[in-house]
Structure formats: C-alpha cells, structure tokens
C-alpha cells in the first residue's frame, strides 16, 4: 500500500483583502511591472544583474522591505539614497500599483518590486549572505490572542532573515503597538546569531533614514507611540 503523503499547510500572516483597483493602479501594474516589477522564481537573483550595477558598483548596498503598504516610504528611501538598491515585497496588489506609478513619477532606476509572499519570495530569490538590511515596517499585529500565531516574527523567521543577511547586516522593526513591540523583542531576544543594536531590552527613536508617515504624524497628533527595533546580524 503507497505511504500517504501528509501537507501542512503554512500559517500566513497576511489575508488578501484588496480593494478595487483604479485606473492608474491597474495601468502601472500592466505596463510598469514588466519593467520594475520581478516575477517569484525558484532560484536566487543575481542583484547586480537586477539592479544593471557593474564593478565596482557591486558593494551597492542591498536593501529589502517586507510589506511596504502604499509604497510612499520605500520609495522615499529609494529617492533618498540612490547609491543603495532595493527591493519592495508586497501582497496586496493596489499598494504595488501605487508605488510603481510613485517609481514611475521620480525616475527611480534603484528599486525593484516583486507581488507575492514574503516568506516563500525570501526562500527562494534571495541568496545567502546577500542583503545589508531587512525592513519590517507596521506589519499586521494580529491583536487578537489567537491570532497571534500569525504575526510574522516569529523565531522560525528570524532565522530565514539570518540567513538572508549579509554579517553585520539588520532587521529592523517597527509597530505602533506596544504589545507586538513586546512580542517582538521577546523572539528576538530569543533568536540565535542577533544582537540588538540599542542594547538589551532597549527601543530605539526613529532613524532619520525611515521617512515619518502621515499615518505616523496622524498617530503622533494623538499621542500614540511608535517602537524601532534593529538587531544586528553577528554570527
């Protein structure tokens, strides 16, 4: 009798709930993606092909960012730093469309987008060793206690960054929720081969480098906070 195969299905953290998309969204996602956006492949990237950099542009710092909403602030830190290379991973289809129209708008030759999920994207096209920073910015909380399994950071994950990591390079985190604050800095605390940058158990201000968001400036107006973490990649 043939063994049964079993599959387990992986917990997401993210649900696909997308609104319509507008005319502008849906031309950018027709004619810009071919040219900026970067279809899930089952091999590793060549960054310097990606990106067209030649030696000895090749140090060009690599930067990639999970879940980047609207796009507003990626592709600020894109415009903002064109000597740097990054790659914006995100779900939610209208978000893609927003900010390759914003790619579109500043002439940014220094960013790539890709429409998929972070995890498998990140085990499948992202080499070893390859990237200077990871960014997570106001990833979905999951508030609600039995959801907090899927909440993103989680020490399976953390290791899947390690690896992605360049020695030396970061994860940084931010949330507007103290208790995924909280939840984060437990799993990273807890995860092998970090170190955090502020010091143990300790948050950071926000680096000039992370645009300050309307969402933010709203959030601050009603005296809500906003934790930074970023942890070092040492072994």
């Not at 994950?157 to 985190?173: D, I, N, S, T």
Request: proline residues 6%; glycine residues 8%; aromatic residues 8%.
């Amino acid at each position: 009798m043939p063994e049964e195969k079993t599959f387990i299905r992986r917990i997401r953290s993210f649900v696909k709930r997308e609104g319509r998309l507008t005319a502008g969204q849906e031309r950018a996602l027709n004619e810009l993606f071919p040219r900026y956006g970067l279809p899930l492949q089952d091999t590793p990237l060549d960054l310097d092909d990606t990106f067209q950099r030649t030696a000895p542009e090749s140090n060009t710092p690599r930067i990639l960012e999970i879940g980047f909403g609207n796009g507003t602030s990626l592709s600020e830190m894109a415009a903002n730093n064109p000597d740097q290379d990054y790659i914006g991973i995100e779900v939610h289809r209208p978000g893609v469309g927003n900010l390759l129209l914003q790619v579109e708008k500043l002439g940014l030759t220094n960013l790539r987008v890709i429409n998929d999920d972070g995890v498998e994207v990140l085990k499948q096209m992202i080499a070893d060793n390859s990237l200077d920073a990871i960014y997570l910015f106001f990833a979905d909380p999951w508030h609600k206690k039995r959801h907090h399994k899927r909440r993103i950071v989680q020490k399976e994950f953390v290791q899947l960054l390690r690896k992605k990591l360049k020695p030396g390079g970061v994860f940084h985190m931010a949330t507007d929720w103290q208790h995924y604050a909280q939840h984060m800095m437990s799993v990273m605390n807890e995860s092998e081969g970090f170190e955090n940058t502020a010091g143990k158990d300790q948050y950071l201000p926000r680096p000039d480098y992370r645009p300050l968001t309307k969402f933010e400036q709203r959030g601050q107006r009603l005296g809500h906070a906003v934790w930074d973490l970023i942890f070092k990649k040492v072994a």
